[in-house]
């Protein structure tokens, strides 16, 4: 996908009701409505899953050529149920079996470019490795000894190189040649000699290169890199084109990669908001029960709660026919009270063939 890659994490939370069933009617007032904030949350985390996937979903399609992705557009709802990650993977694919072998081949080639020696022999060694993973990310591999030996023609040429530095080089044991030691040796070799040269005559090192215009055989060194220059024009074309679809999915994959961050950001903020509350409701909770006990300490004329005990049993409803907490002209059974009934409450005579209602006085 491109020099930063990066894994896009996002799991589908699971399927859920408007509702949290676990919750019934016998629930403690202060419990239920715990249970029903926590719901309300997941719920939420649903809806901004669906909404940061539709955003990723529309990102892609309209920054890529739409016979890229046309298979997976269905007649009716577009792209509706697709997900961002089965676009991209869909996409990498279709451009990678886009490349043919002689397209392969140039891509291959541009590990052949000349060192612009204007800049540090680091620097060269910088451009190509970034070459060498962007053919990596196209299942196209450049081996170590490729790059030892694309890179040992350019120190050929450049005259700020010894020929005992590269006796040096040749003259180490075959497993110590390895691209690192050649990256080590040769970059300490070129910081050696453009620090000695800007010593003695009070100019940059490269600057000593001009003096191959007087060697006897700067005409066929001209020649030489004028055919290198020839080849990579002719193939600059092919080259472009297969860059510009690589450019196509590494902008995409940077804004998706930014747009991934801000929405892990605000899941931090909504988690931490979350905990405030949830610590806030349990505050209230235990409040509302000290202040029940305290109400049953009081009725008892200064004896204490006592009597707690008891008032909280449950006791059998004349009107429901339940055993439960409330009071009988608090049960919601009554029309009286058909105000208080919450979403979703059910009669318990519902269904019957001969049912009992209670007084409806």
């Avoid at 997941?42 to 739409?66: M, T």
């Avoid at 349990?282 to 000290?290: D, E, P, R, S, V």
């Amino acid at each position: 996908m491109g020099d930063d890659d990066f894994e896009l994490e996002l799991y589908k939370p699971e399927d859920m009701e408007a509702y949290d069933p676990e919750i019934d009617e016998d629930m403690e007032d202060h419990e239920r409505r715990i249970r029903e904030a926590k719901w309300t949350t997941k719920l939420a985390d649903v809806s901004k899953y669906q909404g940061v996937c539709e955003v990723l979903v529309n990102l892609i399609v309209g920054a890529v050529d739409q016979h890229y992705i046309k298979e997976l557009e269905d007649e009716y709802t577009g792209f509706d149920d697709c997900m961002p990650r089965e676009l991209l993977e869909h996409i990498t694919r279709k451009v990678k079996k886009t490349l043919t072998a002689t397209e392969r081949a140039k891509m291959k080639k541009e590990i052949h470019f000349d060192w612009d020696q204007t800049l540090d022999f680091a620097s060269y060694i910088v451009e190509l490795e970034k070459i060498r993973r962007r053919l990596s990310n196209w299942n196209i591999a450049i081996s170590d000894e490729d790059m030892i030996d694309v890179a040992i023609e350019q120190v050929n040429q450049a005259a700020i190189f010894t020929r005992e530095h590269k006796k040096i080089w040749d003259r180490m044991d075959m497993e110590d040649r390895t691209w690192d030691e050649f990256k080590t040796h040769f970059t300490d070799c070129y910081d050696e000699e453009a620090n000695y040269e800007e010593e003695t005559t009070g100019r940059g090192g490269l600057q000593g290169i001009n003096a191959i215009e007087d060697d006897a055989d700067s005409t066929e060194m001209a020649d030489y890199l004028y055919n290198l220059q020839q080849a990579a024009t002719n193939n600059t074309e092919s080259i472009q084109q297969v860059n510009t679809k690589l450019s196509v999915v590494e902008e995409l994959t940077a804004r998706i990669k930014s747009l991934t961050e801000t929405v892990a950001q605000q899941q931090k903020t909504i988690n931490s908001q979350q905990h405030t509350i949830s610590t806030q409701q349990n505050t209230i909770a235990k409040l509302a029960g000290q202040n029940g006990g305290a109400g049953g300490g009081g009725a008892a004329g200064g004896g204490g709660n006592t009597n707690n005990n008891e008032r909280r049993k449950k006791k059998k409803c004349k009107n429901c026919g339940k055993m439960v907490m409330h009071k009988a002209e608090d049960c919601l059974e009554l029309p009286a009270n058909e105000a208080k009934r919450f979403d979703g409450w059910k009669s318990v005579f519902e269904g019957m063939v001969n049912p009992h209602y209670p007084n409806k006085n």
